[in-house]
């Protein structure tokens, strides 16, 4: 085997979240074509193949130089050829940030949902502003970038566990056997504890290699736990004595009543 390929895409973290990939296609095929088409499932099956496709690219990028040599110089950065940031830029801080936020708004109670849709559209027009202004080019590391998004990201999460701790069908729920539970507690602890590594990402490159390799492999472990609660929420209907049904299809179910009887 070609080791430069070996290097590349050869490691624990690739390895893990392409079997868990694997699982998601499994599980995600075995539903019922009805489940296939609600949000509930397809969502995280499309942020699961998201990730492991944008990873599986930023090695692909490792492994073909030549590819990430003229991908910088397309971005307009001939002078830094061997850094592959735009790759994470591009699907993890924009892209990811706003697939996760459309899943957290499928938490919420549908009042809250209309804070997340303003949420989107500020980041998105944020994003544009930033890059195309200069103040942070797709090729560098954007801290203002990742830092507005991951607050975005705490809020959300805030707004779901005030419902978590206020509205009367989740009071009357197992939080414990609740999948959004789980996964909402793994992104506010994933955007927590990558603050730093994310944020002064060139810093510690030229400076403490050693101490961003540690807090990228922290990155890594709670993206792989993140996968698998994805992974499990598409497999949920194969364990229903392990989780209760989320709250918010009771909501989605009233509000789609109401609506029918107001037309």
Same mark, same amino acid.
């Given at each position: ?113 209309? /804070?997340? *849709?303003?949420?989107? #559209?500020?980041? +998105?027009? $944020?994003?544009?502003? =930033?890059?195309? !202004? &200069?103040?942070?080019? @797709? /090729?560098? *590391?954007?801290?203002? #970038?990742?830092? +507005?998004? $991951?607050?975005?990201? =705490?809020?959300? !999460? &805030?707004?779901?566990? @005030? ?14 056997? =609740? ?85």
């Amino acid at each position: 085997m070609d080791s430069r390929f070996f290097q590349a895409f050869v490691d624990w973290y690739l390895i893990s979240i392409d079997i868990l990939l694997v699982l998601g296609v499994i599980y995600y095929l075995k539903l019922p074509k009805e489940k296939r088409s609600i949000s509930f499932y397809w969502l995280p099956f499309l942020i699961l193949s998201f990730t492991v496709f944008y990873e599986n690219l930023g090695a692909y990028t490792n492994y073909n130089f030549d590819f990430k040599k003229a991908a910088n110089a397309f971005f307009g950065n001939t002078e830094n050829p061997r850094f592959n940031i735009w790759v994470f830029n591009i699907f993890n801080k924009h892209i990811s940030t706003i697939l996760y936020l459309f899943l957290i708004k499928s938490w919420l109670v549908p009042s809250k949902k209309k /804070y997340i *849709n303003w949420m989107i #559209i500020t980041f +998105f027009i $944020a994003i544009q502003v =930033l890059q195309f !202004s &200069g103040i942070e080019p @797709i /090729y560098l *590391n954007q801290p203002l #970038i990742f830092t +507005f998004g $991951a607050n975005l990201i =705490l809020l959300g !999460s &805030g707004f779901y566990f @005030i419902g978590l701790m206020t509205n009367e069908q989740y009071l009357a729920t197992n939080p414990l056997r =609740l999948l959004s539970f789980w996964q909402m507690t793994f992104i506010l602890f994933t955007y927590s504890l990558t603050y730093i590594s994310s944020v002064s990402l060139m810093y510690l490159y030229n400076n403490y290699p050693q101490l961003l390799t540690s807090l990228l492999k922290i990155d890594w472990v709670m993206g792989v736990i993140n996968l698998g609660i994805l992974v499990l929420t598409i497999a949920s209907p194969k364990f229903p004595h392990f989780f209760e049904r989320e709250p918010f299809f009771e909501f989605e179910k009233k509000l789609n009543l109401r609506n029918r009887i107001s037309s």
